[in-house]
């Protein structure tokens, strides 16, 4: 009466990570904070571990978790660099 059918193949399409804007301000806040380079990497290199291991847990290959994370961590340059230049226009308190 009911033949069991072929599983029908399909896609995770996971929220994209450089869409995650709040993960991304906060990354690079906590960036910012880091006293010396070293403990930026370490920072980041536990931020890119947690993001590899959430993204292999949901199913999504590992080509498109290396682009994920890749594009992740643009964002967090690109918030980096605005947050620089905000610092920069709020601290210069020369004359003109």
């Known amino acids: 009466m ?3 059918e072929s599983p029908i193949p399909c896609q995770i399409i996971a929220f994209p990570l450089t869409k995650r804007v709040a ?3 906060d990354v690079a ?3 910012m904070e880091k006293a010396t380079d070293r403990q ?3 920072y980041r290199n536990q931020i ?3 993001l590899f291991r959430h993204l292999d847990r949901i199913g999504i290959p590992e080509d498109e978790q290396d682009e994920q994370v890749g594009a992740f961590f643009t964002a967090v340059e690109l918030e980096l660099s605005r947050l620089y ?3 920069d ?3 210069d ?4």
């Open 2 to 4: 009911f033949e069991a």
């Open 23 to 25: 993960k991304v301000r």
């Open 29 to 31: 806040a906590k960036l």
């Open 40 to 42: 930026a990497e370490a």
């Open 48 to 50: 890119a571990d947690m």
């Open 85 to 87: 230049d905000l610092a």
């Open 89 to 91: 226009v709020y601290s």
């Open 93 to 96: 308190t020369s004359a003109y």
